[in-house]
């Protein structure tokens, strides 16, 4: 606090010193002036200049308050400062994904046969899939699936190209019960052309007779924004044909979230099988 060689002491009158030593923090600190004898008069003389507004004392004094109020302008700054790794981090709008929903309704018209409706409801939330089956894998019954989402490209970003699969396991319930993996992947180029594949292996648990693999490949490819024309097969369990694996072709359109699309599987034959399909996202 004071500058080199300085001591408040040094303008202290030599007469007016106390003789013997002064003592700081318990250490004998010897005063070369020791020896001078001490007047009481010259003392009280001297006690004015001391305690006057120029005095050395005053001055010191002052020193000490400025620094104290120093330290405590620097506590209270750091006190407001935030410390590393306390401070709250809000996610960017962007980066908040909301779920994802999807409803797919498709109408099976079966020559000699039972027809039926198979809805379909989805619900992703960044790696999770979550769906819901009904007459998928049987006709009256049920399953429900839980899946791992992974996507590398975004055609939707600029990308050129897109693939996405989602491994799922599922349970299987109703006239036919088991377990069933399963898998969906698709590998998209641009906004043009989608190849697709919705494959699973059910594990029926009451008969190994009742096991089956279903599959349902298809290509799409979209000449204008909203209309996809394509080739399609399938291998269900769902019901029965001469066919092991139908093949046929597909025609859709689309309009914002609405997507409607006709599926024909082995066209121009007795097995002829139309499937009417309505899809919306939200």
Request: hydrophobic share 40%; aromatic share 12%; proline share 5%.
């Amino acid at each position: 606090m004071f500058g080199t060689g300085h001591s408040p002491l040094q303008n202290f009158p030599s007469d007016v010193l106390i003789a013997g030593h002064v003592k700081l923090r318990g250490a004998a600190i010897s005063d070369q002036r020791s020896m001078l004898p001490f007047d009481s008069k010259e003392f009280m003389k001297a006690l004015p200049t001391w305690l006057g507004r120029d005095s050395p004392l005053l001055n010191c004094m002052n020193a000490a308050k400025q620094l104290a109020l120093l330290v405590v302008l620097l506590s209270v700054q750091a006190l407001g400062q935030a410390r590393p790794g306390t401070a709250s981090i809000k996610t960017p709008a962007s980066e908040a994904q909301p779920w994802e929903y999807t409803l797919t309704v498709d109408g099976f018209i079966v020559p000699d046969g039972t027809s039926y409706v198979d809805p379909v409801l989805t619900a992703d939330h960044r790696w999770l899939h979550l769906e819901a089956r009904y007459n998928e894998e049987s006709l009256r019954t049920a399953s429900l699936w839980v899946g791992y989402n992974f996507s590398h490209g975004d055609i939707r970003a600029g990308d050129k190209w897109e693939f996405d699969i989602t491994p799922m396991i599922g349970g299987v319930f109703g006239r036919l019960n088991g377990i069933a993996p399963g898998c969906e992947a698709s590998l998209s180029y641009k906004k043009k052309v989608v190849l697709s594949i919705g494959n699973e292996f059910v594990f029926d648990t009451t008969s190994k007779s009742g096991n089956f693999y279903y599959a349902w490949p298809q290509f799409t490819y979209s000449p204008v924004e909203w209309l996809h024309i394509g080739a399609v097969a399938q291998h269900t369990a769902a019901y029965h044909t001469a066919l092991n694996i139908q093949r046929g072709f597909l025609v859709g359109v689309s309009h914002k979230k609405w997507e409607f699309t006709t599926y024909v599987f082995s066209p121009g034959t007795a097995s002829t099988t139309v499937v009417l399909e309505t899809g919306i996202s939200f």
